[in-house]
């Protein structure tokens, strides 16, 4: 299953609110991509939506995982640290052999 880290790159209409963007969370989509890349792992870093918790940003969500506060480029590399621990790879299904099934049955 791809790992896809969504980095809410939300700019709030009112300047004087809080906004992940705001807080660096464009930055942090950048600095994100040079960690994967240097450790050799391929997640897709991809800019959300607000996610809801935006006096908190910057926020990012593991899909399928956790969801972070405060997450600051600076930070990237203990973010990706935390993630490798605390969103457990999830099994691929075993694949079947194409001759598994009798499709179509004999004599069809
Ligand atoms: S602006 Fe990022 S959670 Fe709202």
Same mark, same amino acid.
């Given at each position: 299953? !791809?790992?896809?880290?969504? %980095?809410? =790159?939300?700019?709030?209409?009112?300047?004087?609110?809080?906004?992940? $963007?705001? =807080? =660096? =969370?464009?930055?942090?989509? &950048?600095?994100?991509?040079?960690?994967?890349?240097?450790? /050799?792992?391929?997640?897709?870093?991809?800019?959300?939506?607000?996610? /809801?918790?935006?006096?908190?940003?910057?926020?990012?969500? $593991?899909?399928? /995982?956790?969801?972070?506060?405060?997450?600051?480029?600076?930070?990237?590399?203990?973010?990706? &640290?935390?993630?490798?621990? !605390?969103?457990? %790879?999830?099994?691929?299904?075993? !694949? %079947?052999?194409?001759?598994?099934? &009798?499709?179509?049955?004999? /004599?069809?």
């Amino acid at each position: 299953m !791809e790992r896809t880290l969504l %980095v809410c =790159g939300t700019f709030r209409m009112n300047l004087t609110t809080p906004s992940c $963007a705001a =807080g =660096g =969370g464009l930055q942090l989509m &950048d600095a994100l991509r040079s960690e994967l890349l240097a450790r /050799g792992l391929g997640w897709t870093v991809a800019r959300s939506v607000c996610l /809801g918790h935006c006096t908190i940003g910057p926020n990012l969500k $593991a899909r399928g /995982g956790p969801l972070l506060h405060g997450c600051r480029p600076e930070t990237a590399a203990a973010i990706i &640290d935390r993630l490798l621990v !605390e969103w457990p %790879v999830e099994e691929e299904p075993a !694949e %079947v052999a194409a001759d598994a099934c &009798d499709w179509p049955p004999p /004599g069809s």
